[in-house]
């Protein structure tokens, strides 16, 4: 305490020494000699200043530099002696966009998780995915502050914000021109790899354009080269395949005659697959003859659960067929590629709340992500590989409070590891048993349902009841909820979120994509990257479409005001008659919104547009 106060009386009489003035003259030689000692204190302290706000300028300036070269160069690393790639590269570049649809932060934490417990791996032991994150992305639309496939999609092939069900086309009924498009008029070769139907929203947003994503066949139809542009794509692999038969053939769903696969061979030129075996004759991208359509299921290909490798391929299989041929088809030319991959069921494995389906899901596409990065990475072209979604499904919490207690903190990856099949493949299972015995068909669904099929051994009598009461109309959803309520854990909807999104990437789009980012930055980006002009294929699409339908026409413009693009399908009022609202597709319009002044925000943003 005494040496406090001692230094206390001491600072403040240096402070009153200092406005003393012409008592200087008084002082002792001892005290005289103290103050010299201050005032050169005082200059060490000046200098010392003046060099903090030198060094600080000089900092900032560096950090400036530093932020202008990273916003003109595509890599990254947050080093000041890292050398970032050049945004864009000059000469001949290679692009692979993935989109994995329906996957939200949480299904990365979910998959992570289960693979270090079932492959006994040490908490270090992250995803191929994990080591490439290098941002996130807002996903609304522009109605809804949940977005649809259609409109993500279109966010990223227009880098324009639409409305949910929007397949490339902007609210005010246009076609927008897609990045797809406008790198095949550039020279680029083009292909979609997906693991849904081929004229689903993801895809189609790249390849077509229609007021309603639900416009399949127009889709397809489009996707061969029957539109304005002709044929934009050089290679589709995928499911799909009911939207190109006929009506008449068996497994159909289209709803007319056009039998797209033979136009598609006939009037485009497309070598056709659709089996394994036409898969494996093609040695996995080294024997294509392009243009190649790829068709291997009817409808979506399976699960990875459940997918039979001996009659579909996988995910990391059809893209890596994809890049080797539109690399061996771009050797000798000016220009690269341009390759969108989906790994279109994590969406769906969302909307069924099935996490022993989505961990699968999650883990194929971590692996083709894989193979796209090795690839790119190896070349002697530059090249980049993006990967985000288009939005985040069933609203996953990887934790479920079971009881009115407080909740344990866990969840039991285990559960997952059990199951042997998804619900949906299980439902069709339970559908398809026939017997009208009640005994057999409990015994049915215990023995190869829950225990065979979900590796649940302890079900309930009512989980059971619940379960059969269930079987004409779809247990699915009763199958997967027993699993996540055993595994602890928790799904908010079997619909979209409004969750924003991880990006991940390769150096070319680190200092680009670091950081939050609207979805229509990811679109810009990949244009950018390829220096494509979005607005001339938009402007192109306009003219050439209206043109069309003019000259069959003979002229008589009635209708075109109406519908200028009958190619794109149902117009919005169409839609609207049939019950699809389709009023306010510009702007978010929600029953609980609060009008100012009697001018709703919606309006207001009507009118400025």
């Not at 009489?13 to 008592?23: I, L, Y």
């Not at 895809?203 to 139809?221: L, T």
């Not at 670091?514 to 950018?528: P, R």
């Amino acid at each position: 305490m005494t040496h406090s106060l001692e230094s206390e009386s001491r600072a403040s009489s240096e402070v009153s020494d200092e406005f003393a003035g012409p008592e200087d003259s008084l002082l002792t030689p001892s005290f005289r000699t103290k103050k010299k000692q201050d005032k050169s204190k005082k200059w060490a302290t000046l200098a010392l200043f003046v060099w903090a706000v030198l060094a600080t300028a000089g900092a900032i300036a560096m950090g400036a530099l530093y932020d202008n070269q990273r916003g003109k160069n595509g890599g990254g690393g947050g080093s000041l002696n890292s050398t970032l790639p050049r945004f864009p590269p000059k000469g001949k570049r290679n692009v692979v966009f993935m989109v994995s649809d329906g996957m939200g932060p949480a299904s990365l934490q979910l998959t992570r998780s289960w693979r270090q417990y079932t492959d006994n791996l040490p908490f270090e032991d992250t995803l191929f995915l994990d080591k490439h994150l290098i941002g996130t992305s807002r996903t609304r639309s522009s109605n809804s502050l949940v977005t649809d496939s259609a409109a993500g999609a279109t966010a990223f092939s227009c880098a324009q914000k639409s409305y949910n069900g929007a397949i490339s086309v902007l609210p005010n009924r246009d076609p927008c021109g897609t990045v797809l498009e406008a790198a095949k008029k550039k020279g680029y070769m083009t292909g979609l790899v997906v693991t849904t139907r081929i004229t689903d929203a993801t895809p189609a947003c790249f390849s077509a354009h229609a007021n309603q994503r639900s416009e399949e066949d127009r889709i397809a139809e489009q996707q061969i080269g029957d539109y304005p542009l002709g044929r934009m794509v050089d290679l589709m692999l995928g499911g799909g395949r009911c939207r190109y038969m006929r009506k008449s053939s068996d497994g159909s769903c289209r709803a007319d005659e056009r039998d797209i696969i033979s136009e598609a061979q006939a009037n485009f030129g497309f070598s056709y697959v659709d089996s394994r075996a036409g898969f494996d004759s093609l040695q996995l991208g080294k024997n294509v003859t392009l243009p190649l359509l790829g068709l291997f299921a009817k409808g979506d290909i399976p699960y990875e659960i459940d997918r039979d490798n001996t009659k579909y391929p996988a995910l990391w299989e059809m893209a890596k067929t994809a890049i080797t041929a539109l690399a061996a088809a771009t050797k000798d030319s000016e220009h690269g590629f341009f390759l969108m991959v989906e790994g279109s069921r994590i969406d769906h494995a969302g909307h069924s709340n099935d996490p022993a389906a989505q961990v699968r899901e999650v883990l194929a596409y971590d692996k083709a992500f894989k193979e796209m990065v090795d690839w790119i990475e190896s070349s002697e072209i530059d090249g980049v590989v993006v990967s985000t979604s288009d939005h985040e499904t069933g609203g996953l919490a990887n934790a479920r409070q079971l009881s009115t207690g407080y909740p344990d903190y866990l969840w039991y990856p285990g559960v997952l590891a059990n199951a042997s099949h998804s619900g949906e493949y299980l439902q069709n299972v339970f559908g398809n048993f026939q017997s009208d015995d009640s005994d057999k068909i409990k015994q049915f669904a215990q023995v190869e349902i829950l225990q065979k099929g979900l590796g649940i051994f302890d079900a309930t009598d009512a989980e059971i009841k619940a379960l059969i009461a269930a079987r004409k109309t779809g247990a699915g959803n009763t199958m997967t909820d027993i699993v996540s309520r055993r595994a602890q854990i928790g799904w908010s909807t079997h619909g979209h979120s409004g969750v924003d999104v991880n990006i991940y990437g390769t150096a070319g789009a680190r200092g680009v994509l670091l950081g939050n980012h609207e979805n229509t930055e990811v679109g810009k980006f990949l244009a950018d990257y390829m220096e494509l002009d979005l607005d001339a294929v938009s402007a192109e699409l306009k003219e050439k479409g209206t043109k069309n339908i003019k000259a069959v026409a003979g002229g008589d413009l009635s209708d075109i005001e109406d519908n200028p693009y009958p190619w794109m399908g149902k117009t919005l009022d169409e839609l609207n008659a049939a019950g699809l609202d389709t009023n306010h597709v510009d702007c978010y319009h929600g029953d609980f919104k609060r009008e100012i002044a009697s001018v709703s925000e919606c309006t207001a943003h009507n009118h400025e547009h």
